[in-house]
């Protein structure tokens, strides 16, 4: 996988999952499935966005040249966790 698909478009896959669901009306889903899957998709992001924090955190300690794309997938990433803290 190249590093605009792994490190950009899967985490911009996550927050536009997470949006849709977010954003589909309750007839469809059910309030409580719909609130559910939102969270749970929000506590995944928000750990992965943790654990790509920590693997870019790491690789900027030693210089390495990529320490910058992990910390772009770890903003991404919290986009979700923004969004269900400002719907909830």
């Not at 928000?46 to 920590?54: F, N, P, R, S």
Request: hydrophobic share 55%; with cysteine.
């Amino acid at each position: 996988m190249k590093r605009t698909e792994s490190h950009i478009y899967v985490p911009l896959l996550i927050s536009a999952v997470f949006f849709a669901i977010a954003f589909t009306p309750a007839s469809m889903l059910g309030c409580r499935a719909r609130g559910l899957l939102a969270l749970g998709i929000s506590l995944s992001s928000g750990l992965a966005g943790v654990g790509t924090g920590i693997i870019g955190l790491k690789k900027k300690v030693r210089s390495e040249a990529d320490a910058m794309w992990w910390m772009l997938s770890t903003a991404i990433l919290t986009i979700p966790v923004i969004g269900m803290i400002i719907l909830a």
